[in-house]
């Protein structure tokens, strides 16, 4: 006769199968109408690539009969190349984007698979202790590969898509150098500070992809720091408090403290509508603990929104994994709080699947 416990792991491993095939359904439909826009921005490529061509042969005939072209119409023939040109590259850009989203989507729903497939050959019964640390992997790939995504998107509809235009700026300011000097400085002020702009983007995605300062000054500061520039762009209200021994932890325990802090301070700004946040950690001696509260609309735990539930999820596996403990306490219209406690010594505990 079955244990009980046997009986708990067979409903929750049919429980995750079923989440499983849920998600993978989810990506298919996904990479189905990123294929249907891939043929559509194709076409549309195509189009904008030939009337490229066109405007840019009249432009040429233009410059070659400057002297007697009037100036608006010198102007016209510019301003509608340079349209043409924007058009063409903003519609690239889409195109390499719906490629990327592609490709991270083929390469989630493999992993998924994998998933589901340790998920069955678990339940056969060789091999069921194993079913759990792998599922916990796969997982925990998995939400890897999101974050990765993630940050694509963010490279190419920010820095990426920037210096596209600075290229096209910088072709403008160079024609115009012997038609219009003043014009030419005027658009090389503006390329200087779009420059700039992008710059301070860039250094934002290196610190969100390893902060420097992890691995020079530790957890803390670098959790101080990030909450402050966080509150910065977003316009929250962020406090930071901690409790126990301020100390250096190993290095791949304060990566992990500082991802998880990341990322729930990140989904706080994007889905709570919150003002405040409050952050605290407790460096103890045998564990660390954190809590990021908001004073946002809140959600029934047992209920977590679609847009909030990915990274709890991957949040719950990642420390069940690690042998710690993650919890949420919230309600609907009363905030939420959600925190978690990861062991100090990663060794006892790490990958055993506990």
Known sequence: ??????????????????????????????????????????????????????????????????????PPDIRSAYDAALDAQQRLVVMRGQLEKLNSDKSHLERQLKLLVKAQQAVKVGEGGEGATASGPTTSIEALIQAQESERQRLSRQMHDGPAQALSNFILQTEIALRLFEMDPEQAREELNNLKGAASSTFQKVRDFIFDLRPMMLDDLGLVPTVKRYADNHAEKSGLEISVTVTGSERRLQPPLEVIVFRAIQDLLTNTSLHSQATSVKITMDIGEGEVRAQVEDNG??????????????????????????????????AVGQGARIGFAVPIDLSASAFSGA
């Open 297 to 330: 609309r809140g959600f029934d735990p047992q209920s977590v929104p679609d847009d909030a539930r990915l990274v709890v999820k991957a949040l719950r596996k990642r420390m069940e994994m690690l042998g710690g403990t993650f919890t949420i306490d919230s």
């Open 1 to 70: 006769m079955a244990s009980t416990r046997e009986l708990e792991g067979a409903l929750s491993s049919d429980s995750f199968y079923e989440d499983l095939q849920s998600e993978i359904d989810e990506t298919e439909r996904e990479i189905k109408e990123i294929k249907l826009m891939l043929e559509q921005s194709k076409v549309e490529v195509d189009k904008l690539t030939q009337r490229n061509a066109t405007i840019t042969s009249h432009l040429q005939q233009v410059q070659s009969q400057i002297e007697a072209v009037p």
